[in-house]
Nanobody, 118 residues
Framework: QVQLVESGGGLVQAGGSLRLSCAAS????????MAWYRQAPGKQRELVAG???????NYAGSVKGRFTISRDNAKNTVYLQMNSLKPEDTAVYYC????????????WGQGTQVTVSS
């Protein structure tokens, strides 16, 4: 079993910055990928940024150039540095980790609220 603990959400003014963290613990053999998703009220959950075991990253077009995803393999932790925040970035942000033990297991964090005021 794997547990994900997120932190770093909060209220910030437009143009400000926040850094989200997600630490994975438990029985972790091999992390295939780590990612951040978000879900705004009335909208579907969407991928914000992802990073695979080799270090390659991908971003949603709406955050490219403003958000940076990174990971600390020794700590099994993924980060999302969010700069130049906009009101439309307001959402609950969820950490996602995919574990590879021959078959893939998908784990989600509890979510952290990010609110950007105009």
């Amino acid at each position: 079993q794997v547990q994900l603990v997120e932190s770093g959400g909060g209220l910030v003014q437009a143009g400000g910055s926040l850094r989200l963290s997600c630490a994975a613990s438990g029985t972790i053999f091999s992390i295939k990928s780590m990612a951040w998703y978000r879900q705004a009220p009335g909208k579907q959950r969407e991928l914000v940024a992802g990073i695979i075991s080799g270090g390659s990253t991908n971003y949603a077009g709406s955050v490219k150039g403003r958000f940076t995803i990174s990971r600390d393999n020794a700590k099994n932790t993924v980060y999302l540095q969010m700069n130049s925040l906009k009101p439309e970035d307001t959402a609950v942000y969820y950490c996602n980790v995919v574990i590879d033990i021959g078959i893939l297991y998908n784990y989600w964090g509890q979510g952290t609220q990010v609110t950007v005021s105009s």
